[in-house]
């Protein structure tokens, strides 16, 4: 569970918010948001990445401490190329919008349309962000969010 002081401990598992300007999206509050109501001992951690920077950041989380990272917009088609693995969305679209670590791998995923499917019917304002926040706790937790 994550302590009231929002700390991180070894047991947190990290997420990157890779974006030109992480800082300034509301997503990786929201996120953490989340996480800490559902008890749920997991973080989001903006990350303002430049272009050039891009390769060399993705390449070196194989060995970082996070778990995975979203990957902003305007960074999903150039980090296809630099997965070890993609699902067969990733494949089929040619983006990736979400990086698993597994082992030192990098496991490319796509989440936003299936968050955007699977949470249309149920929010009807900020429907883009509250689906991929949802999807993304329980894609990271493994559990189903039933407080929707």
């Known amino acids: 569970m994550m302590n009231n002081d929002n700390s991180i401990t070894v047991e947190t598992k990290l997420f990157g918010f890779i974006a030109e300007e992480a800082h300034s999206s509301r997503f990786s509050v929201s996120v953490n948001k989340l996480f800490k109501t559902n008890g ?11 272009p050039d920077d891009l390769g060399f950041t993705i390449s070196q989380m194989r060995s970082s401490k996070l778990n ?51 949470f249309a019917e149920v929010y009807n304002e900020d429907i883009a962000l509250q689906s991929l926040c ?15």
Not at 40 to 50: E, G, L, S, T
Not at 134 to 146: K, M, P, S, V
């Open 68 to 118: 995975g990272a979203v990957i902003s917009t305007e960074y999903q088609e150039e980090v296809f190329d630099l997965l070890d693995r993609r699902s067969s969305e990733v494949e089929a679209s040619g983006i990736c919008d979400f990086i698993r670590i597994e082992n030192g791998m990098l496991l490319g995923e796509l989440i936003m349309p299936v968050a955007l499917e699977k």
């Open 134 to 148: 949802h999807y993304f706790y329980e894609l990271t937790t493994g559990e189903n969010n039933e407080k929707r």
């Open 40 to 50: 749920i001992n997991a973080m989001v951690i903006p990350m303002n990445i430049r």
